[in-house]
């Protein structure tokens, strides 16, 4: 096709193939120029000990990252674990139960609402979610489990409204949209075909989508799970507003935390020392390395699911 | 009997449980919605997008500013981002077209479609911000476009590949070149579909605010020096609502729902395009 | 052809865009201790002048970084750099307008003033050792006042602060305990709370958070009508933040400019004095000499025409003998 005569064509080829490979070089650059501007710092800290280190002082110059790798773990875990039965249960009311007039109108809300910007989520959640948190939910969480010895634990402390559990709710509310529209892409690969005929021989509704749709979609709804998990790994604004930015590893859930990202938004534009920029460089560089091979496995997960049922 | 009992009740159960985390992630994301319209409307007036910000503190003034500097932003991100990304997605779609590197390309530009925003922030504050001198509105823009490029570049490789095979080989027959053949017969194919991408990923920059903080900075004056630091909706919306002054939250308010409304209808036309086209 | 046009025409509007309006922009950054002055004098500067003050607070620890960076024409910074520094970095530094940090809480039923605090019960409320507000340190103090039985919340600075400088440098003076064991700096590391960003986020978390306590610049207070403390000083007096006990404390200060007027105006020895009073200081790149012109024009301008704002702000303004040594200093250095 590609006619080696014509110069032309030579070009436009060239210039679609280098626009193509921008890809490549923008995942490069990044990782090269991170690792490039972290490098005084991975010098000085180390890889393992940067990693477990929990010390986050800006006065002794002394940066580990536990901290900020905690608070993204406890958001995402958390946000994920609330988002997830709630994103298959809008899934399977989209695709199974609802009246079909209803389908098409309740997939365009769920998909407009996954195109609402992260800052809208933040936003709403200072001002909306945490009074109702610290006010009405937090209270009647301590209150529930105040004789539980472990549970207990996880909601000691005054209920402020700022804190981990807002955080996590607030971003778990952010990607149950994005969850729900992967979850029912995945669950609509179902054949007709199998379902009706497991409805001939009288199974009920949630029989078809337990022993047929679910498994079907298995692949899918995982590959979705683990795409929202990077998803919320690197969301930013959604959970600045109501974190707290305290770097400190604590048991309850209702104390202020620092994740990756928001740490990057607070401090990074403030950093005084060369060594504190390097050590900023240097969590975007995890972030960016996690989120990085989180959303490969998501990726590898999907696209298994593509190849099983599309053929 | 006692079985058939069982398995109805279950399955009213689990349908009902369904039914029920359905309305309940439902009612969240309209409560949202709701909160911003309605805080939104009330906070809108004219001097919000005629006057610059007053000093903190000092009732009044506007987003001028912001509103200005947001759009100019968006603009030019999607002037360098777009091209890129369909001539990108062209060379997937056409001349790399079932090869090894299509697909490696193609799997890289998903997975960079959710890499933390925050992190291309701080890239370009590392070549562009530190090494100009100073923050500005380039920046803010060449942040925007790399969120954009594998965006657009997926949705057009999608777009092209559905347009049929033989419609090229008619043009082939012709004697045309194939890249006459990609921009007179391929792209005018896909032209609805490739928009939508365009659309679409416009949306998706249009409320971004993290790669915005180390790079297009703020500014509190009207400025449409891109050479300079240039205030955007976003970041204002992030200083505004953690600062204390209530003129401030109410503008954060006006501002979230400008914000809103505009990403919500490109998300609409989208879809509507797509309707319109493939139905 | 037409893609060849379409790119002339982006050439075209960029080179515009670029050329437009180039000159007469000044872009600051850092403290957000005076902010609100320095926001006010730009704004009225402005309107006379046409000259646009861009200025961002995002944090003193901020303002040096982006001046040692050059990424702006000015930064701005509670924290003073010592004379090595500003050597090492090629800067210049002078006092532009005086302030007080103040406690801020809180609490249902207490009034401006009300709370009296002393160095010792500050500084253990916010190492986390006072954990509720009917503890007897605080009891003891204010006899006759109710305090809730309720736990507090502190609140800080989480970004890199000029106030948190002002205040942690105090709590060190008058605290062995915070001294070892927290230290002084713009960012530190906080026992107990939650952190937030800039003199506005402590502000709007404390209106936000019940049982709460943090510190603000005086004019956060005011403005947002937070309710601030009554602060035992040095010389054993309560004292209620004001102008005059601003003043007072600025007074025995030694502004020296062959040290780059580095000092420090905490814990000062008037009998009037208020405990955490701070200068902010500006800071300029030696070799940008265009744009240090036009700050210092911009300064020379407020320091003669916006001593009022700043009054009704709640700042001190310099005394007249410091602004002449200021310009002084400006003209030692090759500004004007």
Do not use: C
């Amino acid at each position: 096709m590609l006619s080696k005569k014509n110069p032309l064509d030579m070009l436009f080829a060239s210039i679609t193939a280098i626009s193509s490979f921008a890809v490549i070089l923008l995942i490069a650059g990044i990782l090269f120029v991170l690792v490039h501007e972290s490098w005084p710092a991975i010098e000085r800290f180390g890889i393992v000990k940067f990693f477990f280190d929990t010390d986050w002082n800006p006065v002794t110059e002394s940066f580990g990252a536990a901290t900020n790798v905690y608070g993204t773990f406890i958001t995402t875990t958390l946000s994920i674990i609330i988002a997830i039965p709630i994103a298959i249960g809008i899934a399977i009311f989209v695709t199974e139960i609802s009246p079909d007039f209803l389908k098409g109108p309740i997939g365009g809300a769920i998909e407009l609402l996954a195109a609402i910007p992260s800052i809208i989520y933040g936003m709403w959640g200072l001002f909306t979610l945490s009074p109702i948190m610290s006010g009405l939910i937090e209270p009647f969480l301590k209150t529930i489990t105040q004789d539980i010895p472990i549970i207990s634990a996880l909601f000691a402390g005054p209920p402020m409204g700022i804190d981990l559990l807002t955080a996590s709710v607030i971003l778990s509310i952010m990607i149950i949209p994005f969850t729900a529209s992967i979850s029912r892409d995945s669950f609509r690969l179902t054949p007709e075909v199998v379902k009706e005929s497991a409805y001939a021989l009288g199974a009920t509704k949630w029989e078809v989508i337990k022993h047929i749709v679910i498994p079907y979609a298995k692949l899918g709804v995982f590959g979705g799970v683990v795409l929202s998990l990077g998803r919320a790994l690197g969301e930013t604004m959604a959970v600045a507003f109501v974190l707290g930015n305290n770097h400190r590893i604590t048991s309850s859930l209702l104390d202020a935390a620092a994740t990756i990202t928001v740490t990057l938004a607070n401090e990074f534009a403030e950093a005084d020392k060369d060594i504190y920029l390097a050590s900023l460089f240097y969590l975007a560089l995890v972030l960016f390395v996690l989120s990085f091979i989180t959303l490969a496995i998501a990726k590898f997960f999907l696209l298994k699911a593509e190849r099983k049922y599309s053929r | 009997m006692n079985v058939v009992l069982k398995r109805k009740i279950e399955g009213m159960v689990a349908i009902s449980l369904s039914t029920l985390a359905a309305l309940f992630g439902l009612f969240w994301l309209v409560f949202i919605l709701g909160d911003v319209l309605y805080n939104g409307i009330s906070a809108l007036n004219l001097d919000l997008f005629l006057n610059d910000p007053a000093p903190a503190g000092v009732d009044g003034g506007g987003l001028r500013n912001a509103f200005a500097g947001q759009l100019l932003i968006t603009l030019f991100a999607t002037l360098i981002g777009v091209p890129i990304g369909v001539l990108g997605g062209t060379f997937l779609a056409e001349y790399a077209r079932g090869k090894g590197i299509s697909k490696v390309i193609g799997v890289l530009s998903d997975i960079m479609v959710s890499v933390p925003s925050i992190v291309i922030g701080t890239f370009v504050y590392a070549i562009l911000v530190r090494p100009l001198g100073h923050f500005n509105g380039w920046a803010g823009s060449i942040a925007l476009a790399i969120i954009m490029i594998p965006v657009v570049l997926r949705t057009t490789e999608d777009m092209l590949s559905m347009v049929p095979w033989t419609l090229r080989e008619a043009a082939f027959a012709l004697g045309a070149p194939y890249y006459k053949v990609i921009i007179q017969v391929v792209y005018r194919g896909a032209a609805s579909g490739i928009l939508t991408g365009i659309i679409l990923s416009i949306a998706r920059v249009a409320g971004e605010t993290a790669p915005l903080l180390f790079t297009s900075f703020n500014n509190a004056y009207f400025s449409v020096n891109m050479n300079q630091p240039v205030s955007s909706l976003t970041v204002t919306i992030f200083q505004y609502a953690m600062g204390p002054y209530d003129s401030w939250h109410t503008q954060a308010w006006a501002a979230a729902f400008v914000i809103t409304v505009f990403v919500l209808i490109l998300t609409i036309a989208g879809r509507l395009i797509i309707k319109w086209r493939y139905k | 052809m037409k893609k060849i046009l379409a790119a002339a025409l982006v050439m075209t509007l960029m080179v515009t865009f670029s050329l437009v309006q180039a000159a007469d922009t000044l872009n600051g950054a850092g403290a957000t201790f005076p902010y609100p002055v320095y926001s006010a004098w730009a704004y009225e500067y402005n309107k006379i002048t046409g000259v646009k003050l861009n200025y961002q607070s995002i944090g003193s620890g901020g303002g040096q970084r982006q001046i040692t960076d050059r990424t702006v024409d000015f930064g701005a910074s509670d924290d003073p750099l010592m004379p090595e520094q500003l050597q090492k970095d090629r800067l210049l530094q002078f006092p532009a307008v005086i302030g007080g940090v103040v406690p801020v809480v809180n609490i249902a039923g207490i009034k401006d003033g009300q709370l009296k605090l002393d160095s010792e019960s500050l500084s253990r409320i916010f190492l986390g050792e006072i954990k509720l507000w009917d503890d007897a340190a605080i009891i003891k103090l204010n006899p006759g006042i109710k305090l809730p039985h309720r736990e507090i919340t502190v609140v800080y600075r989480s970004d890199g602060s000029g106030t948190t400088a002002i205040y942690t440098n105090y709590l060190s003076e008058v605290s062995a305990a915070w001294k070892s064991k927290v230290g002084a700096g713009k960012a530190v590391k906080y026992p107990v709370g939650i952190g937030a960003k800039g003199n506005e986020g402590v502000a709007n978390y404390v209106k936000r958070t019940a049982n709460s306590i943090g510190y603000v610049e005086f004019a956060y207070a005011k403005q947002n009508k937070l309710v601030y403390t009554q602060l035992k000083n040095k010389a054993g007096q309560f004292i209620t933040p004001s102008f005059k006990t601003f003043e007072n404390a600025a007074e025995t200060a030694d502004f020296n400019p062959t040290k780059d007027f580095f000092v420090w105006l905490t814990n000062a020895p008037g009998k009037n004095a208020w405990p955490i009073a701070g200068a902010t200081f500006i800071l300029l790149a030696k070799e940008k000499t265009g744009s240090n012109k036009k700050v210092a024009m911009f300064f020379a301008w407020a320091f003669k025409n916006g001593d009022a704002k700043a009054k009704e702000l709640v700042y001190i303004p310099l005394p007249k003998s410091l602004k002449a040594k200021v310009e002084q200093y400006w003209k030692a250095n090759g500004i004007n």
